[in-house]
């Protein structure tokens, strides 16, 4: 009998773990980004986060990317080197996100 509890035990984990591991990998990103163009639009604060993260460990920076957006490994590489190439805090870095948010702005007053 205690064979099989440890038998029964460890199947259980082991389908806890997957299910959880299928829960994470398609559940909808907080920040999706959009397929088309692989556009990704991240508040300045995680911009930050993802720039000093980078600086350490790339790889953990691309992970997190993926687990925010949902963008695939080029869209996530291509961002992650031009954060690293203009620091989140630096005037051209700013200057883009305005430029984003005013092009939204005016696709949303031409669509109404």
Not at 51 to 76: D, V
Request: hydrophobic letters at 35%; charged letters at 30%; a positive charge.
């Amino acid at each position: 009998m205690l064979i099989f509890d440890v038998i029964i035990r460890l199947l259980q984990w082991m389908i806890e773990g997957f299910y959880g591991f299928l829960v994470k990998r398609f559940q909808n990103p907080q920040y999706p980004c959009d397929p088309k163009t692989g556009q990704i639009n991240l508040p300045l604060s995680i911009d930050k986060e993802l720039y000093h993260e980078a600086r350490i460990n790339r790889s953990s920076a691309f992970g997190r990317l993926t687990e925010l957006t949902g963008a695939k490994l080029r869209f996530s590489d291509d961002y992650i080197d031009n954060l690293l190439k203009e620091p989140p805090y630096s005037k051209r870095h700013l200057d883009r996100i305005k430029r984003r948010k005013k092009k939204k702005a005016r696709l949303k007053t031409n669509s109404e």
